[in-house]
């Protein structure tokens, strides 16, 4: 009988390990696509009436980049920084933005995820 509580609790104990390492990234990943859908519903509120905020299509503004092809004029990382500041262009058709930081956060998440390749 001890036998069978010695397999039983090696077993448990394999489960609960597995339970702990994979709970833990499937909770990273839930969050990750989470942060994910958060940057792309922010984009589509606030730029998609100028810019293609998806993988494929096109901007409906003619002069405005489409989002996925943004690391091909900067690292799309440095973009966080100007979100919370304030980002403001050059040309009078873009309204200035100003993001909180886990906003800002959330849109470069998604921008690395749709960057063409």
């Known amino acids: 009988m001890t036998a069978q509580f010695s397999k039983f609790g090696r077993a ?3 489960v ?4 702990l390492l ?3 990234a499937l909770t990273a990943a839930a969050e990750d696509l989470s942060q994910l859908a958060a940057g792309q519903r922010l ?3 606030n730029c998609a009436r100028c810019h293609a905020v998806t993988r494929t299509g096109d901007s409906p503004h003619p002069e405005a980049p489409p989002f996925r ?3 091909e004029r900067y690292p799309v990382e440095q973009i966080e920084e100007a979100l919370v500041e304030g980002l403001s262009t050059g040309h009078p058709d873009m309204p200035q933005f100003i993001f909180t930081p886990a906003k800002a956060a959330a849109i470069v998440a998604y921008l690395k995820s749709i960057q063409a390749e």
């Open 12 to 14: 448990s104990g394999l």
């Open 16 to 19: 609960a390990g597995c339970a």
């Open 43 to 45: 984009l589509e509120e």
């Open 22 to 24: 994979f709970g833990g």
């Open 69 to 71: 092809t943004l690391s």
